[in-house]
């Protein structure tokens, strides 16, 4: 390069699925050249089914008329907002005054890095999940502030220990990210949880902001933070279109918040695009319109691929939570798991950069690898089905892999069995 990079970029890496798609394309190109099946992928969640068709329909149609191809405003046409205030109320039973509290993004993984700019200076210190979507710590160490990890671990229900968290010193703390239903542990969102929430963000000056994308996927009821009294006086909320929609591609998202809250993630955004294509904000208009009716079918598939998903978990040796919620399996692999034995992987693997090394710097490369991470190369390149390994999203991730359940029962029962095959041939 002609010019070094930015310092902001230094500590940041490639999105870990954009670097392993790589890899399993390269996989996957050798694996046609030996007459093999492709991989099977259960690792990004982007859900398999087709939108609500009255969206499609209104894509389809309003793109054929003259005018919808000009800039947009910044702020999303008033029928945007008024459906997402609408489905607020409706689903969440929270009032959203479309004209001020509402933004429209494009997809809500937008928002975490708009609210970032937003809001956070250098040396900012920010609260961010462990286990937890990365991109809260990479958006973080973009705008140069700090990410604080606060732990969640399984005895306590992949929940905040409130405890550790007021034992911090929070005094450099401007920021704190909530997901739930959690990604990637499944651990629901409560009414009790969003109250100690809003308190803690109360009380010490934290905005809280919350990622809300899976609250419609397999939950009795899908809570918002901001139904908590007050809550609106520090709390921001991401949603999106993507899972509850089956509108992953299309890019659809919303930030809520106060109304100040709001004209300054407008002010960053305004800088950034010249609004979202009006057809697609038409067809979001139809796909939030859609009754309970929806849901239902979309969880009843989920369901039904959960157990599925179990059954892998089973074969593989990894406990897990039948109850949980959202779009994934959460499951804990074991160190006696005959899956997670040391063995360098019959195609070069990440931990290896394809290179061949001496035996020396292979068992230390092997030793420095989570249980997670063994599990799932030696399930991709013995059986050829990609999990995702639970390091990619914190240390207390390691012991565990993910299953997505964007995969159609009969893929999931294809993977069922390779992985069984793998596992018989391995044990001998």
């Known amino acids: 390069m002609i010019i070094r990079p930015a310092v902001r970029t230094e500590n940041i890496n490639e999105y870990y699925f954009s670097a392993k798609l790589k890899e399993i394309d390269r996989l996957n190109a050798a694996r046609g050249a030996a007459g093999q099946d ?207 929609h089956n509108m992953s591609g299309w890019r659809i998202g919303m930030v809520a918040a106060d109304k100040e809250v709001i004209s300054q993630v407008l002010k960053v955004k305004s800088q950034m695009d010249s609004g979202m294509f009006r057809p697609l904000q038409l067809a979001a208009v139809r796909a939030l319109e859609q009754g309970p009716e929806w849901f239902e079918a979309l969880n009843a598939e989920y369901r039904r691929r959960k157990v599925l998903a179990g059954r892998i978990f089973d074969i593989i040796g990894a406990e897990y939570d039948p109850d949980s919620m959202g779009m994934f399996l959460w499951g804990k692999v074991g160190k006696d798991s005959p899956l997670a034995a040391e063995s360098r992987p019959s195609a070069p693997g990440p931990g290896f950069g394809g290179h061949d090394i001496g035996p020396d710097s292979r068992k230390k490369a092997e030793d420095s690898r989570s249980l997670g991470e063994k599990v799932s190369d030696r399930i991709l390149y013995d059986a050829g089905v990609f999990i995702t390994p639970g390091f990619i999203f914190g240390k207390n991730g390691r012991d565990y892999i993910r299953i997505s359940l964007c995969a159609r029962p009969e893929i999931l029962e294809s993977a069922a069995d390779k992985i069984k095959a793998a596992k018989e041939k391995f044990q001998g």
Request: charged share 20%; proline share 10%.
């Open 38 to 244: 492709r991989i099977i992928n259960l690792g990004i969640g982007a859900p398999d089914g087709m939108p609500p068709s009255p969206a499609i329909d209104a894509l389809v149609s309003s793109a054929a008329e003259p005018g919808n191809h000009a800039y947009q405003s910044y702020i999303g046409i008033p029928e945007l907002r008024r459906a997402f205030s609408c489905w607020y109320r409706r689903y969440y039973g929270v009032e959203l005054d479309p004209a001020s509290e509402i933004q429209p993004l494009v997809g809500s993984k937008e928002g975490i890095l708009l609210l970032s700019l937003a809001f956070l200076n250098e040396g900012d210190q920010v609260l961010v999940p462990d286990p937890g979507y990365p991109t809260y710590s990479s958006a973080t160490a973009l705008v140069q502030a700090e990410p604080l990890k606060y732990d969640l671990v399984e005895d306590k229900g992949w929940q905040p220990d409130f405890e550790a968290l007021e034992n911090m010193d929070l005094s450099g703390v401007k920021m704190m990210w909530t997901n739930y239903p959690n990604m990637p542990t499944g651990a629901p969102a409560t009414e009790d949880l969003y109250r100690k929430l809003v308190d803690f963000g109360l009380r010490h000056g934290i905005m809280i902001c919350n990622d809300n994308p899976y609250s419609f996927i397999l939950t009795p009821r899908p809570l918002s933070i901001l139904g908590v009294p007050g809550a609106k006086s520090c709390c921001v909320e991401l949603n999106s279109l993507s899972k509850a």
